[in-house]
């Protein structure tokens, strides 16, 4: 070990472990994909009905969950479609949904929409299992929004008391990802650009995140010089399906499918996003705008050394020049974003959303876990300057 102990060869990031989710059988990727790849996953996972779970604009405004319900009915795999699932996947439209799944018959999910359809179709599965004691059930997802939620193993939704919760098991995983850019040509515009920006949330802080093997550090990279090309080029011509299937992988990049031997949170940024997502009714996508570029900034202060060189390392994928000082790259990424947001169209503040001052500290003491941590203050005043002036 070059004289190294194990705590210091840990903190240079130069040791772990990598390992895909136990349960991803395909990635399948391109305009007009779905037609073929729904079929061959029901296939592969043995499916034989499906409920597919959206949202109400979803279904009642665009013909997206239509096209997929005809997949499902062309091989005799639909059981129903159940559009109750609303923005940050209330606990009440989950406890439906999974009497709908039960009344069907079904033993897959189809979710078809943005982060809350696939997370609630996550926390169905993982009640049906809770209930049943039996092997989790399956989920393809059709992502319409670049969220990246199909990703992860962990599903949020509100509780009955309007808190952001959780569940998390490893088998709740899709087992199934459908990228088909065509059916995002529906998805509203501040929806699409805005978990555009969440996509780039997960790049950013990925690459400070704990347990985060260097390769996927590189993909992050990837992404970011993407999320950076392409959202203002899909703000421009929204009709290009090209652009946006590239934005699906760069998305994709953004959180890579990583098996995680303890949990490792993402960062102060998504913490933050949690806090004031659920509670203030504050789309997930619009507070990663709101929220990543101060706290990169923040980074320039308290970051160490090792994640300043990553963050700085960002400026190379992005072909910026570097300033000459780790600080000072960090804080022209913070500038960089924050410059991309406004570009995006998507700038905003904590008023706008009827977030009440008197809130801040109560949200900056959630968020950072106690107010004696030394990030407190500053956290704070980070919180204070999402207020007009």
Not at 187 to 213: F, I, K, N, Q
Request: with cysteine; hydrophobic share 40%; proline share 6%.
């Amino acid at each position: 070990m070059s004289g190294l102990d194990n705590a210091q060869y840990e903190s240079t990031n130069l040791t772990g472990q990598y390992a895909w989710t136990d349960t991803l059988k395909g990635v399948h990727y391109g305009p007009g994909s779905l037609s073929v790849a729904l079929p061959k996953l029901l296939k592969t996972l043995g499916a034989t009905k499906a409920l597919i779970v959206t949202g109400k604009s979803l279904y009642e405004k665009t013909d997206v969950v239509k096209k997929v319900e005809s997949v499902l009915r062309e091989h005799n795999a639909y059981g129903a479609t159940f559009y109750e699932i609303g923005q940050h996947a209330p606990v009440a439209g989950i406890h439906r949904g999974l009497q709908v799944f039960k009344d069907a018959g079904a033993d897959v999910i189809v979710s078809v929409g943005g982060g809350s359809p696939i997370d609630a179709a996550k926390a169905i599965l993982y009640f049906y299992q809770q209930e049943t004691g039996g092997a989790f059930l399956s989920q393809i997802a059709v992502p319409t929004t670049l969220s990246a939620a199909e990703y992860t193993v962990g599903a949020g939704f509100t509780s009955e008391e309007g808190k952001k919760v959780a569940v998390s098991n490893p088998q709740l995983a899709p087992a199934g990802i459908i990228l088909d850019a065509e059916l995002t040509l529906a998805t509203p515009e501040r929806l699409w650009l805005s978990t555009g920006m969440r996509a780039v949330d997960h790049a950013v802080e990925s690459l400070y995140r704990p347990l985060v093997p260097p390769p996927l550090k590189y993909l992050c990279y990837a992404a970011l010089a993407d999320l950076f090309k392409y959202l203002p080029q899909s703000k421009a011509n929204p009709k290009a399906v090209d652009i946006r299937q590239k934005l699906q992988l760069a998305s994709w990049m953004s959180l890579w499918p990583l098996k995680l031997e303890r949990y490792s949170a993402l960062g102060l940024s998504h913490s933050l996003g949690h806090k004031l997502g659920a509670t203030y009714s504050i789309p997930h996508g619009i507070t990663s705008c709101l929220t990543l570029a101060p706290t990169v900034a923040l980074k320039a202060r308290f970051a160490s050394q090792e994640d300043k060189e990553w963050l700085s390392g960002a400026l190379y994928h992005l072909r910026e020049t570097p300033t000459g000082s780790l600080d000072g790259d960090v804080l022209k990424l913070s500038t960089l974003i924050d410059g991309l947001v406004a570009g995006l169209g998507l700038k905003s503040n904590l008023a706008e959303y009827n977030v009440p001052r008197a809130d801040v500290t109560t949200i900056a003491e959630l968020a950072v876990g106690r107010r004696d941590d030394p990030t407190y203050p500053d956290v704070v005043r980070l919180l204070e300057g999402l207020y007009p002036n």
